[in-house]
């Protein structure tokens, strides 16, 4: 049976059969399979670790862009090189399609800030 669990609680009827009488495994995982609900952890644990990497790459890209701008600009250069740009967004939409697009345009912007 399936649940919609928002606050972590179910009703008394929709609790699982013995194990974790509150539900919270099932709130967190969205299974009261055990064997399930630990595989969806381990993956989880990973996805997590993805994500702070991610987010520190994101970090050190941007920083680098604005250096590179900094830089540029510093020497009498533009502010954006379109060309790059392009370069950039093309890759990103090669390789992830549409999304890809997406993702590119907000990596470019965290690096040279809005147009």
């Known amino acids: ?8 609680s179910l009703a008394p009827h929709d609790r699982p059969a013995g194990g974790d009488p509150t539900g919270a495994a099932a709130a967190r995982t969205g299974t009261d399979d055990s064997a399930a609900a630990e ?16 987010i520190a790459l994101w970090q050190e890209r941007a920083a680098l862009s604005q250096e590179v701008g900094a830089t540029r600009m510093a020497s009498g250069g533009t502010r954006l090189v379109l060309s790059r740009e392009r370069e950039i967004l093309e890759r990103f939409r090669e390789a992830l399609g549409a999304d890809g697009t997406q993702l590119a345009l907000l990596l470019l912007r965290a690096g040279r800030g809005p147009l």
Do not use: C, H, K, L
């Not at 595989?39 to 991610?54: A, L, N, P």
């Open 1 to 8: 049976m399936m649940t919609d669990v928002v606050d972590g």
């Open 39 to 54: 595989r969806i952890s381990e993956i989880r644990e990973r996805i997590d670790e993805i994500d702070r990497t991610i």
